[in-house]
């Protein structure tokens, strides 16, 4: 057990989720960098500090899942913060190919049920398998929260405005998984409402990122931002919301 407030970052290892394992070390946590290859996370805490901890957790393995819990109550007894960031774009876009190619061959209409699924599988069901694993030890902390980072392509009304942007490349894959993954958010915040755990989503925004090639425009200090103002809201902060830096976004 400790005084300072331990947070769960998973897909930690790089990007966005390193970037925010950096910022919640400098608001005073300890920071579990969860990273399905066990070097890749400690090479990262490195960079991270020394209130960093590596910690073996992939996402789609109910093993790797039920033993990073068990690490956790072993050694600090609870969890302050959940950010569920770790996702896949893809299993099957080509080298050199664009998001809007990747695109038309991934609609509704043709569309790999098995590309679905392996997508789904990171960032919904693994998602949920996550949090439920760890809301043991969230139930233990004094104020937790879980952070839920999604996109905003996820966006049922945005992408209903024949005006967004990209609303070409809505489709079942990526777009949809986030669009179920701000359901689970909105599903948790409900149950947890009269615990004080509060469940939250949001766009981190277009980040220049493996997950996307590197295609983004922003930076993973722009990327952070938002996760990290969710993980620390106070008591007076909102549950079940789904958000950017610019506010709140819609459904």
Same mark, same amino acid.
Request: net charge neutral; proline share 5%.
């Given at each position: $057990?400790?005084?300072?407030?331990?947070?769960?970052?998973?897909?930690?290892?790089? *990007? !966005?989720?390193?970037? !925010?394992?950096?910022?919640? #070390?400098?608001?005073?946590?300890?920071?579990?960098?969860?990273? =399905? &290859?066990?070097?890749? +996370?400690?090479?990262?805490?490195?960079?991270?500090?020394? %209130?960093?901890?590596?910690?073996?957790?992939?996402?789609? %393995?109910?093993?790797?899942?039920?033993?990073?819990?068990?690490?956790?109550?072993?050694?600090?007894?609870?969890?302050?913060?959940? #950010?569920?960031?770790?996702?896949?774009? &893809?299993?099957?876009?080509? /080298?050199?190919?664009?998001?809007?190619?990747?695109?038309?061959?991934?609609?509704?209409?043709?569309?790999?049920?098995?590309?679905?699924?392996?997508?789904?599988?990171?960032?919904?069901?693994?998602?949920?398998?996550?949090?439920?694993?760890?809301?043991?030890?969230?139930?233990?902390? /004094?104020?937790? =929260? @879980?952070?839920?980072?999604?996109?905003?392509?996820?966006?049922?009304?945005?992408?209903?405005?024949?005006?967004?942007?990209?609303?070409? @490349?809505?489709?079942?894959?990526?777009?949809?998984?986030?669009?179920?993954?701000?359901? $689970?958010?909105?599903? $948790?915040? !409900?149950?947890?409402?009269?615990?004080? @755990?509060?469940?939250?989503?949001?766009?981190? *925004?277009?980040?220049?990122?493996?997950? &996307?090639?590197?295609?983004?425009?922003?930076?993973?200090?722009?990327?952070?931002?938002?996760?990290?103002?969710?993980?620390?809201? +106070?008591?007076?902060? /909102?549950? *079940?919301?789904?958000?950017?830096?610019? *506010?709140?976004? /819609?459904?």
């Amino acid at each position: $057990m400790q005084n300072k407030p331990v947070a769960l970052v998973t897909g930690a290892n790089q *990007g !966005i989720g390193l970037q !925010i394992a950096k910022d919640l #070390v400098a608001q005073g946590f300890t920071v579990l960098v969860g990273s =399905r &290859n066990l070097e890749r +996370g400690e090479a990262a805490t490195k960079e991270v500090g020394p %209130d960093a901890r590596a910690l073996q957790l992939d996402v789609t %393995d109910g093993a790797s899942i039920a033993a990073a819990a068990e690490r956790v109550r072993k050694e600090f007894g609870r969890l302050d913060v959940l #950010v569920n960031n770790a996702a896949i774009s &893809n299993t099957s876009k080509l /080298p050199g190919q664009s998001i809007a190619e990747y695109a038309k061959l991934t609609r509704a209409s043709n569309v790999s049920l098995d590309e679905v699924r392996a997508v789904w599988e990171t960032n919904v069901f693994g998602v949920l398998a996550v949090t439920q694993a760890m809301l043991p030890l969230l139930r233990e902390a /004094p104020a937790a =929260r @879980i952070v839920n980072v999604s996109s905003g392509v996820g966006s049922l009304t945005a992408n209903s405005d024949p005006a967004f942007p990209y609303r070409s @490349i809505f489709g079942p894959c990526y777009p949809a998984s986030k669009t179920a993954l701000n359901a $689970m958010t909105l599903a $948790m915040a !409900i149950e947890l409402e009269s615990t004080g @755990i509060k469940v939250n989503a949001c766009s981190p *925004g277009f980040i220049k990122t493996k997950l &996307n090639d590197y295609a983004g425009t922003g930076t993973v200090e722009e990327g952070a931002r938002e996760p990290v103002r969710l993980a620390l809201l +106070g008591a007076d902060g /909102p549950t *079940g919301t789904f958000s950017n830096t610019d *506010g709140v976004i /819609p459904w």
